[in-house]
């Protein structure tokens, strides 16, 4: 009879199945392995930190409104403003100077401007397109990227055009995208950024782009954008939370993970430059997923709803609000992200410096 005898300190640890030297110390001595030495101080933990979070990842989102002089607090994004133009300016070169490279524009659109097919959204005198010209007058080496989707200019609020029977059609919609891409790129956008989920509006965009000579201008694509409830905030900031029914016919399941996958495909096939998951922190997985899936650099936007918990959070004591937006924000880059969408980009930058 064979007795083997596991000493108690081994036993202790997890049998490892695979059959290394490294194994075999750990069990003759569980304590040849402290990991805890590479934690001891600061400068140890910076010399072996896996993931550093830069200036260089951010961008900017901001809202612009009509006016002069003003700026109005999003009552649901504490810290976050709609600026009039003017304002807006300030504010991006303000982040310029902090290091932030790239902003994402929105617009907050009159009602009166508003009709069901979202016309006003390739009027070349538009609010986004004098906003564009405007920040490449006064700041030309900050990347402008562009909103393409029609929910700021439509009554209904849905980001495509809707038929009697608010069924969200697909290819009329498409039409529209590609004239408000092109609008955008012509005022100056270095790129363009649908954010609809329509099918085939990357390769239709992207077409229509290089036929009028801008090959230049890149797509950011929205790729895996979901319907969810985290872009309440965003809704009121914008005052374009859809008037009947809801987002789903175009806008993902939150609960599929392989059809992210195809949709990133799709967008690539079409010709995006970049890919986009959209919200980031309950989707932590899918952008971990769309990492090892492609060569493309990936955003992931840190939305509205991830903007608010933490400041609410914050504002009642209850979480040490710093130091969890760093976190957040690391996660969101150690899971895959190369570029993050955030409304801390300035307050980050400050603490990166
Ligand atoms: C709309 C759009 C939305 C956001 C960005 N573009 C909202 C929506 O799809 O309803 C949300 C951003 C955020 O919540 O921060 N095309």
Redesign the pocket.
């Known amino acids: 009879m064979i007795i083997i005898i596991v000493s108690k300190k081994a036993s202790l640890l997890p049998m490892s199945s695979s059959n290394t030297v490294a194994d075999a110390a750990v069990l003759t001595d569980p304590f040849v392995h402290r990991p805890r030495r590479l934690r001891r101080t600061a400068s140890v933990r910076r010399m072996v930190r896996e993931t550093q979070l830069s200036i260089d990842d951010l961008i900017y989102?901001l809202f612009v409104m009509e006016g002069e002089g003003q700026k109005f607090e999003v009552t649901s994004m504490p810290g976050c403003y709609r600026y009039s133009l003017d304002l807006l300016l300030q504010e991006v070169a303000e982040a310029f100077e902090l290091g932030i490279n790239a902003v994402a524009l929105?617009p907050v659109i009159p009602e009166h401007k508003k009709d069901v097919s979202g016309n006003e959204s390739y009027n070349p005198d538009g609010l986004v397109q004098r906003t564009v010209k405007a920040i490449k007058q006064a700041v030309p080496e900050i990347v402008v990227i562009t909103?393409v989707?029609l929910?700021p200019f439509s009554t209904h609020g849905h980001?495509g055009i809707v038929d009697e029977n608010g069924v969200i059609l697909n290819d009329p919609t498409v039409d529209v995208l590609v004239k408000m891409a092109l609008s955008q790129a012509e005022a100056g956008a270095d790129m363009v950024a649908p954010?609809?989920m329509m099918d085939g509006r990357i390769g239709a965009i992207r077409k229509a782009l290089d036929a009028q000579g801008y090959f230049d201008v890149g797509i950011l694509a929205y790729s895996a954008k979901y319907a969810s409830a985290?872009?309440g905030?965003?809704?009121d900031a914008l005052d374009s939370a859809p008037k009947f029914g809801d987002?789903k016919t175009y806008?993902m399941d939150s609960a599929n993970a392989r059809e992210a996958l195809k949709e990133i495909e799709l967008d690539i096939a079409e010709g995006a430059d970049i890919v986009m998951i959209k919200p980031a922190l309950p989707y932590l997985d899918i952008i971990h997923r769309v990492r090892e899936h492609t060569k493309l650099p990936v955003a992931a936007?840190n939305?509205?709803?991830e903007y608010a918990m933490i400041r609410a959070a914050g504002q009642q004591g209850w979480i040490d609000e710093k130091k969890v937006i760093l976190e957040t924000l690391t996660s969101i880059k150690r899971a895959g992200a190369d570029l993050i969408l955030t409304y801390f980009a300035k307050e980050v930058a400050l603490m990166l410096h």
Do not use: I, L, N
Request: glycine residues 6%; aromatic residues 26%; negative net charge.
């Open positions: 989102p929105f909103d989707a929910d980001d954010s609809d985290y872009y905030p965003f809704r987002k806008q936007y939305v509205s709803g």
